[in-house]
Structures are given as structure tokens and as C-alpha cells.
């Protein structure tokens, strides 16, 4: 089977993806190998194109950091973990709060990155849901192409290598299984297979919960680095834990907008959520209304939703007309732009949104050097579990990926000093490669459109917003016979080059898995807290008694949480007490 293999190159240091999380690791590797005593290879792969592809690229509303005088450490750490309800890390929440102020010093003066900033120079901070301080600096409400854009040109002015519309398909250990070998890839334009050895892997695809009806992540994530992680049998906590931006733009099954998403700042800013006869209802459910966290939020519509109380396309409204046109139309500049592209305007009318499911909290157990349990790999950002338990603040997703993938880019710097390239184990490659070209085998060509689409029906139905025993199970069994039904799918079209349907077909076995993953966990989880509701255990278990899922190999294990910074109850704030 190695005979399809068409390339195998050899590289110091691999980094899967081009987000904010591989960018960093790629430009941090680099500035280490300047005091080491020969050059590095570090080698970039990407599904899309390096820059273009990804979700930091889409990030609007921004990257929380303590930088106000009023503001600390000590308050986005509390921020962090009540949010997370108890669940996080609190070494890695550490590290993410301490780090971001490095970080979005390193991104505006040594990146040259330009955020907006207050009239006497310091830089503006905004309002985010779920935060006792206004800390979100950001760029207007396009962050993430600022971000995304000075990273990348400083990417591609460095010797860093790059293989774009690179499909990373398996991680290959070394012929004794005690590390990485390298990574299996399919090149996009051309379908052929392609191994990179490498002495350290980086793990930063970015997760991307797209199993979903309603969905806000680009199309290029499909949670291929989870499922890679679970087939080489690496440990993966919280993954029930997924999070829904409570407002993504609902414009008909017609148009791909539907599902993006309209910025938390526009709740922060004091936008009103409406039912379908335009009444405000968020006051019912939290005495914090419209800014309540994203799960309070979300919970509260879908229950409005349950109750019939929807607007022409089923979900509801968000009004920001009584704060002005004329600010909605300046602080708001894109989205107002995005919703008028959908026929809504969102500075003095309604425009319908639904919550849409945004963000992964869970992925692979990791250190705090970014190393997992298989050595040679390392992971960062939404790839990685553990920073933010059961809920991510918004804000905190930019500011994870920048701080954990310059983490990793030093740590794999450091880790590969006296390594050598490890000999694949030459049966798993070719394992790998025949699991890829399975659907070329079968005789019969099937649609995998209905696949999808009962899928995305199955975890926005069972395993989305409100969960239950009953619904999980039966979600557990569907999912099962997807995953058969995959199985047995062939493809009409034999050529390999830009199979698009090849492709989809690969991003919806690494979906079935992942989400097969996630019933496990939502299974486990016989409480609620924060993303993760079931409505038949509605209450949150003791907080000291806190635990995680943490699944391997179809097992489940719950682990408790170390309280190795505060306990619940307490605080790292004096004025808290
Ligand atoms: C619309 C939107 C708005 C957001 N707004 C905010 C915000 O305001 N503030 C905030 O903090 N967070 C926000 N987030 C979340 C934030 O974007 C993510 O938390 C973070 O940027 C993820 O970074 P990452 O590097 O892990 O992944 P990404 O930036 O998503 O990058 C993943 C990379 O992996 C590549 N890839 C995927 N699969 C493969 C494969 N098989 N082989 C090779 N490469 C692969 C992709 O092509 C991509 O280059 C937003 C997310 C979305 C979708």
C-alpha cells in the first residue's frame, strides 16, 4: 500500500494548521532555533491556504487581557474559572491570563498589529458578556484579520516552509510505538499521499464543532486533529462541553451565512434579544439579561424556540435600534454590513438570529509545555481541552490559541534538541492509507449529503443545547449506524484531484467520531453546568467534588479537578471577600 505514497519529506518541526495557535508556534520556533547551534526546518500544513483559512481569521469581537490599571490577572483568572463553573485547569487558566498580556504586547509591537485605541493612546478595551471588567481589545469587530494578516506576512517573510491545501490525515507512531514518526497527508490538488517525518508534531487544527445544523467555524474545520488524537489513542477531556455563540444569523437554508455569527459585543453594547412577537423575554431566565453568559443565553432561546415563540425562519430576533443607527452603523460597522448582505438591517430594524454552535471546550489533555502523552506531539487551541471546563468566555479563544501556540513553538524548540527523525511503523501507514481510499473500493457511487444532514439533525436535536438520558442514547445509536453507513459509501468519481466529495466524505467519518465522542461524554455528565445541560439533571453537582470526562479508546473516566489556585467559594480577589 506504500506504493500510493507519492512524497515523503522530512522536517525538524511540523505544525498542523495556520491559525493563531500554528502561526505562533511556527514564528516562536523560529526566533528559538536563532540560539541553536543549526538552522531548523519547521514545515506549516494547512488544509486551506496559510492566512485564508481557519476561525482566528473570523474572529470579531476580540482577545481579552488584563491590561487596565482597574483590571488583573487576578480578575480575568476568577473570570475564567467561574465562567468555566469550576471545570478548568487552573494552571493552564493561569498561564492563559498571565501570558495574554505578553502576547498582545508581542502581537502590537513586535507583530505590528494596530488595535483601536481610547483618545488619550491607551488601548481601547470593550464589554464582553460573562466579565466583571471590560478587558476585549480588539480591532473594530475584525479582529481576527488583523491578527491573521500580520502573522501570516511574518510567516512568510521568515525561511518557514509551507505545504498548503495539505490534508492531514493520520498521526503515524515510530516502529516501536513509544513516539511520533510523522503525519500522513493527502495534497488536496493533486490527491496524493504525502508522509512528513518530523522530530516534533503540533497539533493545531483548530476543532471546529461543524456536526451541527447551525454552525459559526470556517469550512475547512472539521475536526480532523481530535479524531486523529482519538485514533492514536490519546486521552480527550470535556468533550461534551460545546459551546453555542447565542447569535448566529438566521437567513433560510438557502444562503451559507446562516449560522455565522453576529458578535457578543452587540449584547454587550446593550442589544436586546426578542421573541417572535418582539418582546424582550432574557429577564425571565437571568437577572443579567441579554448578557448573561453564552450558555444562559443560548438555553434561554432554545427554550423560546421549544415554546413555538419564533420569528418567520424559527429562531429570534436581535434589535440594537434604540442604542442609535448612527453608533450600531460606526462601532458596528461589519456586522451591520454582513446583515444588510442577508437582506437585515441591523442599525434601526430586526434581524433574525439562532444560536449556533461556535466553539469546542474540550480536545486532548496536555501539559503545560503543550506536550501530550505521546511524545513528540504537542497541541494548542481549540485542538487542546482544559483552559476553559465548561465555558469559554468570549474573548478567551483568540487570546488561547496566540498564548498556547507560542508555548508550544518554544517548548517544541527546546524538546527537539538531541532528537533524531524516528522510523515510521510502516503497517499503520499503510493501514491509514487504505482506510482513506476504502470508499474507492465500493463498487456502488452513494450521496453522503443525507448523511450530514441527519447528522446535523442528530447533535442540534439530542446532543445540542438541552440534552436528556433518553435522547442521548438514542443520538449514541443513530450515530452508530452513520458511522456504518460511511463505512459502506462509494464515490462516483474515481479521480483523486480536488475530490471534493473524497474530502467531504473524510470531514464527515472525522465528524461521526468526534461526535460519537461527545453523547460518550454528555452521557457521563449526570449534572449541568455551564455549555452542558440535561434537562432530566438539571442541578450542578457540588463544586468541590468537580470532575471532568476524559475519554480514550471508547473509555470513559471522570477526573477530578485539582484545585491548585483556589477552591470554590474562594477567591484570588481581596476586595471579594
Ligand atoms: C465566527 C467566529 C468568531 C469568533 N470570534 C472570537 C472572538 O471575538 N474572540 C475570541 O477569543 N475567539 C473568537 N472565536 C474563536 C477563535 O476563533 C478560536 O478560538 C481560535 O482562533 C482557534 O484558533 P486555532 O489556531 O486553534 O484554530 P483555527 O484558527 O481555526 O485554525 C485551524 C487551522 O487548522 C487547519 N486544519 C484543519 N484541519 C486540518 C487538517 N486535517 N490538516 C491540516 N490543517 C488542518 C485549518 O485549515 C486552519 O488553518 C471566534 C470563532 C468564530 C468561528
Not at 370 to 378: A, I, M, Q, R, V
Request: aromatic residues 6%; glycine residues 12%; charged residues 25%.
Amino acid at each position: 500500500m506504500t506504493s500510493f505514497l507519492r512524497r515523503t519529506l522530512d522536517t525538524d518541526i511540523l505544525i498542523l494548521g495556520s491559525g493563531g495557535a500554528g502561526l505562533f508556534a511556527a514564528l516562536h520556533a523560529h526566533q528559538a532555533q536563532l540560539r541553536a547551534a543549526s538552522p531548523l526546518s519547521i514545515t506549516v500544513a494547512v488544509k486551506g491556504l496559510l492566512g485564508k483559512c481557519g476561525c482566528t481569521r473570523m474572529v470579531q469581537g476580540g482577545f481579552n487581557v488584563a491590561l487596565a490599571r482597574e483590571d488583573s490577572v487576578e480578575r480575568h483568572f476568577m473570570d475564567t474559572i467561574e465562567g468555566g463553573k469550576w471545570l478548568p485547569d487552573q494552571d493552564l487558566a493561569w498561564q492563559l491570563v498571565t501570558l495574554a498580556v505578553e502576547r498582545i504586547r508581542e502581537l502590537e509591537n513586535e507583530l505590528g498589529c494596530f488595535f483601536d485605541r481610547n483618545p488619550d493612546g491607551t488601548v481601547h478595551q470593550k464589554a464582553f458578556a460573562g466579565q466583571t471588567f471590560d478587558r476585549t481589545v480588539h480591532k473594530g469587530d475584525l479582529t481576527g484579520i488583523e491578527i491573521i494578516n500580520r502573522l501570516a506576512e511574518q510567516v512568510w517573510s521568515r525561511k518557514i516552509n509551507r505545504l498548503e491545501e495539505h490534508r492531514a490525515v493520520e498521526l503515524i507512531k515510530s516502529q516501536d510505538q513509544k513516539s511520533l514518526s510523522g503525519v500522513l497527508f493527502i495534497e488536496m490538488r493533486t490527491g496524493e499521499y504525502v508522509f512528513v517525518r518530523a522530530k516534533a508534531v503540533l497539533l493545531g487544527t483548530g476543532g471546529g464543532p461543524t456536526m451541527y445544523k447551525y454552525h459559526t467555524p470556517s469550512g475547512d474545520k472539521s475536526c480532523d486533529g481530535l479524531a486523529m488524537a482519538l485514533r492514536a489513542g490519546l486521552p480527550l477531556r470535556d468533550m461534551e462541553m460545546v459551546q453555542f455563540h447565542p447569535t448566529g444569523l438566521l437567513a433560510g437554508t438557502h444562503t451559507r451565512m446562516t449560522g455565522t455569527v453576529l458578535e457578543e459585543g452587540l449584547r454587550g453594547a446593550g442589544g436586546y434579544l426578542l421573541d417572535g412577537s418582539q418582546e424582550r423575554f432574557m429577564q425571565q431566565y437571568d437577572p443579567k439579561a441579554e448578557r448573561a453568559t453564552r450558555d444562559v443565553v443560548s438555553r434561554s432561546m432554545f427554550t423560546e424556540m421549544r415554546k413555538g415563540r419564533t420569528t418567520p425562519y424559527g429562531g429570534l430576533y436581535i434589535s440594537m435600534a434604540h442604542l442609535g443607527p448612527e453608533r450600531v452603523r460606526r462601532d458596528f460597522k461589519g456586522m451591520v454590513e454582513r446583515c444588510a448582505d442577508c437582506g437585515f438591517d441591523l442599525a434601526g430594524g430586526l434581524v433574525e438570529v439562532v444560536p449556533t454552535a461556535h466553539y469546542m471546550m474540550g480536545g486532548v489533555e496536555f501539559g503545560a509545555d503543550c506536550s501530550t502523552e505521546l511524545p513528540g506531539l504537542f497541541v494548542a487551541g481549540e485542538d487542546a481541552g482544559g483552559v476553559h471546563g465548561a465555558n469559554r468566555l468570549g474573548g478567551n479563544g483568540v487570546a488561547n490559541s496566540t498564548v498556547f501556540g507560542a508555548v508550544a513553538g518554544d517548548a517544541m524548540a527546546r524538546w527537539i534538541e538531541g532528537q533524531g527523525l524516528r522510523e515510521p511503523d510502516r503497517a499503520a501507514l499503510d493501514a491509514a492509507i487504505e482506510a482513506c481510499e476504502k470508499p474507492f473500493r465500493k463498487s456502488a457511487p452513494s450521496t453522503i449529503n443525507p448523511i450530514r444532514e441527519r447528522l446535523h439533525d442528530v447533535m442540534w436535536e439530542q446532543v445540542g443545547i438541552i440534552r436528556d438520558g433518553a435522547g442521548l442514547a438514542q443520538a449514541q445509536r443513530e450515530l452508530a449506524a452513520l458511522e456504518a453507513e460511511l463505512e459502506a459509501c462509494g464515490m462516483a468519481d474515481g479521480k483523486r484531484a480536488f475530490n471534493l466529495t473524497w474530502h467531504d466524505w473524510l470531514n464527515l467519518k472525522s465528524l461521526v467520531l468526534v461526535s460519537r465522542t461527545i453523547a460518550a461524554a454528555a452521557i457521563a455528565r449526570t449534572d449541568s453546568r455551564g455549555a452542558h445541560y440535561r434537562s432530566d439533571f438539571p442541578h450542578t453537582g457540588p463544586l468541590e467534588q468537580s470532575a471532568f470526562t476524559s475519554i480514550r479508546n471508547g473509555h470513559l473516566a471522570m477526573k477530578s479537578v485539582r484545585f491548585t489556585r483556589v477552591r470554590p467559594g474562594e477567591s484570588l480577589l481581596k476586595d471579594a471577600a
